[in-house]
C-alpha cells in the first residue's frame, strides 16, 4: 500500500512544475525532476498525470530517444482523455501523428491529426489549431510536392507573423518554405526566407534549444543542396556550422549530417577521412542499437508497472467482491431472523444505530468546521492588514510588487483556505478598485474571466504565472489574450496588449 502526505503530493507537484520550467533549455536537469516523483503517479500526482507523461515525450525527443517518444505520448493521451485536459490531448495526438506519418511512415497516423484537430476545437486552443492547420503542408513536404506545400504556407504568411505572444508558427512556416525552397533549388527564394528565419534567433517567445533543432536542420538540407550543386567552399562552410550546433542535433541530423561528410571527401577523393566518417556513421547506428535496447527495457518496465498496479487493482476488487458476498449473506441472514423474531426490537436498534452514527458524524463536521472557519478570520484579518499596507504605499511600482506577491500568497493559500467555486475576480479586485471600475466602464464586452487576465497583464505577470493562479494551461491564457486582441480592436493598429493596458490605465494607481 502506498501512502502520501498532503505535504509530500504538493512537494511531487513542484517537482513537476519545474521540470515544465526547465525542459526547453536544461533538459537533463527537468528529467532529474521528473525522476524523483515516486510511482505510483496516481498516489503522488493524481490529476495531473498527462503533464508528467507529456514532459517524458518532450524529454524523449530532445535527448533522442526516439523509441520512447511513441510510448509515453500514447500514456499521456490516455490520461490526458480521462483528466479531460483537452489541450495536453490535442498536443499528444498532434506528436502521435508526427511519430506515426513522418518516422514509421504510417497513413493511419492521419487520424490522430483528426483527433488532435477535435480536441484543440473542444478546449477552444486557436494556436493548437494553427498547429494541425501547418501540419497539412508539412505533409505536402514529406510527400516532395513541395510548390503544394508552399501554396498552403504563402497565403497565411502574414498571418503567422501577426501571433507575437508566440512566434513559434511563424519560424515554422519559414522552415518549411525553406526547406521546400531547397529542394525546388530556388536559391533565391532559399536566402530569402532563411534570412527571415534568421531574425527570429533571438526572438523570447521561442526556446533557444527549439529554434536550433529547426536551425541545425536547414543547415544539413543546405549542405546537401551544396553537394549537389557541387559548391564545395560552400559545403565546407555549412560542416563546419553544422559541427557547432552539435547539441542540437537528433540521431536522424547526426546521419545525414555525416552522410554530408562522407559525400564531401568522396568529391575530394580523400578516402582516409571519409573512411574515418563511415566508422562514425557505424559508431552512431551501433549506438542506437543500443539506445532503442534501453528504451525497451524502459518501456517494458512501465508495462510491467501498469500491470501491477492492474493486478493489485483486480486483487482488491476480488476480495471486495467476496467480502459483500459474504457481508450480504449475513445481512440477509439476519434481517430474516429478525423480523421473524425480534421485528419491534430490530426497529429499536436501527433507530439507535441511526441516531449516533448521525450525532457523531455531526459531531465530526462541526469541529472540523470550527478549525476551518477559526483559520479563514485568522487569514483574512491578515489579508486585510497587508491590503491596508499596500493602500498606503505611494509608489506605484513599489505597490505592483506587493501586490504581486500577496497574489503568490493568496494562490498559495487558497487550495487549502477556499473552496473552488470561490469568484476569483471577487477575491483580487478589491487590491485595485479603480482599474476594474475604468476598464469595465471603458470595455464592457469583456467578461470577467478576460478581465481578470487584463488584470494581471497591467500588473506584469508572464502567461505561466497567470496560468497558475487562474487554474489553467499557458495555451487557454494564450487564446483568452487573442479574444481579448481582438475585442479592443487593437490588432489591427500593431499595438500589443500589455503595452495598450499599461498606457491606457496607467493613472490607475488608488489601490485600497
Keep these: ?20 520550467t526547465s525542459v526547453d533549455n536544461s533538459p537533463k536537469i527537468a528529467e532529474k525532476f521528473l525522476d524523483s516523483i515516486p510511482k505510483p503517479l496516481e498516489s503522488s500526482i493524481n ?11 518532450v524529454l524523449s525527443s530532445y535527448l533522442s530517444r526516439q523509441a520512447e517518444i511513441y510510448h509515453y505520448n500514447i500514456l499521456c493521451l490516455k490520461y490526458a482523455e480521462k483528466e479531460k485536459n483537452y489541450d495536453l490531448a490535442g498536443a499528444a495526438s498532434m506528436e502521435l501523428f508526427y511519430n506515426m506519418y513522418i518516422v514509421k511512415k504510417d497513413t493511419t497516423a492521419l487520424n490522430y491529426l483528426k483527433k488532435s484537430e477535435k480536441y484543440y476545437t473542444i478546449d477552444n486552443n486557436k494556436l493548437g489549431l494553427v498547429d494541425v492547420m501547418q501540419m497539412q503542408a508539412y505533409i505536402k513536404f514529406y510527400n516532395k510536392k513541395y510548390e503544394e506545400s508552399n501554396l498552403l504556407i504563402l497565403p497565411k504568411l502574414a ?22 525552397y531547397i529542394y525546388l533549388k530556388d536559391e533565391e527564394n532559399v536566402n530569402r ?17 527549439l529554434y536550433k533543432i529547426h536551425d541545425v536542420s536547414l543547415n544539413i538540407s543546405l549542405t546537401e543542396m551544396c553537394l549537389n550543386n557541387k559548391q564545395l567552399d560552400s559545403v565546407s562552410f555549412y560542416l563546419a556550422k553544422v559541427d557547432r550546433m552539435h547539441s542540437a542535433m537528433n540521431n536522424s541530423d547526426k546521419e545525414n549530417h555525416f552522410k554530408n561528410y562522407v559525400a564531401y571527401f ?15 556513421l557505424k559508431f552512431l547506428h551501433e549506438n542506437l542499437i543500443k539506445e532503442n535496447i534501453d528504451a525497451s527495457f524502459s518501456i517494458n518496465e512501465s508495462f510491467l508497472e501498469s500491470t501491477k498496479i492492474l493486478e493489485a487493482e483486480t486483487a482488491k476488487k476480488d476480495v471486495n467482491r467476496n467480502w459483500i458476498i459474504f457481508l450480504v449473506s449475513l445481512l440477509v441472514g439476519i434481517l430474516t431472523f429478525v423480523i421473524v423474531k425480534y421485528k419491534s426490537v430490530k426497529k429499536m436498534l436501527l433507530d439507535l444505530s441511526k441516531r449516533t452514527n448521525e450525532y457523531s458524524f455531526l459531531q465530526n463536521n462541526h469541529d472540523k468546521l470550527k478549525l476551518k472557519v477559526k483559520g479563514l478570520e485568522n487569514y483574512i484579518a491578515e489579508l486585510k492588514k497587508e491590503i491596508k499596507t499596500i493602500s498606503s504605499i505611494t509608489n506605484i511600482d513599489d505597490q505592483k510588487s506587493r501586490i504581486k506577491e500577496l497574489h503568490k500568497e493568496i494562490h498559495h493559500s487558497s487550495s487549502v483556505l477556499l473552496d473552488k467555486g470561490e469568484d476569483h475576480l471577487d477575491l483580487i479586485n478589491n487590491l485595485n478598485v479603480e482599474f476594474f471600475n475604468q476598464i469595465l466602464t471603458k470595455h464592457p464586452e469583456l467578461n470577467s474571466s478576460e478581465v481578470i487576465i487584463c488584470y494581471y497583464l497591467f500588473m506584469g505577470f508572464k502567461n505561466k504565472e497567470i496560468g497558475a493562479f487562474i487554474n489553467t494551461s499557458v495555451r487557454s491564457v494564450e487564446s483568452k489574450r487573442y479574444r481579448i486582441t481582438n475585442k479592443l480592436g487593437i490588432k489591427e493598429k ?3 496588449l500589455v503595452d495598450y493596458l499599461t498606457e491606457t490605465f496607467k493613472q490607475t494607481s488608488n489601490f485600497v
Design 47 to 57: 490529476g495531473r498525470i498527462a503533464e508528467y507523461y507529456h514532459l517524458k515525450a
Design 159 to 180: 498571418y503567422y507573423k501577426s501571433i507575437k505572444e508566440d512566434s513559434f508558427y511563424y519560424m515554422y512556416a519559414l522552415f518549411i518554405l525553406t526547406s521546400n
Design 193 to 209: 526566407y532563411y534570412n527571415h528565419f534568421k531574425e527570429l534567433e533571438k526572438d523570447t517567445t521561442i526556446s533557444t534549444l
Design 494 to 496: 500593431g499595438v500589443k
Design 1 to 20: 500500500m502506498f501512502f502520501y502526505t498532503q505535504e509530500a503530493t504538493e512537494k511531487y507537484l513542484k517537482y513537476l512544475d519545474a521540470a515544465n
Design 266 to 280: 568522396d568529391a575530394l577523393n580523400d578516402e582516409k577521412s571519409k573512411n574515418n566518417y563511415l566508422d562514425s
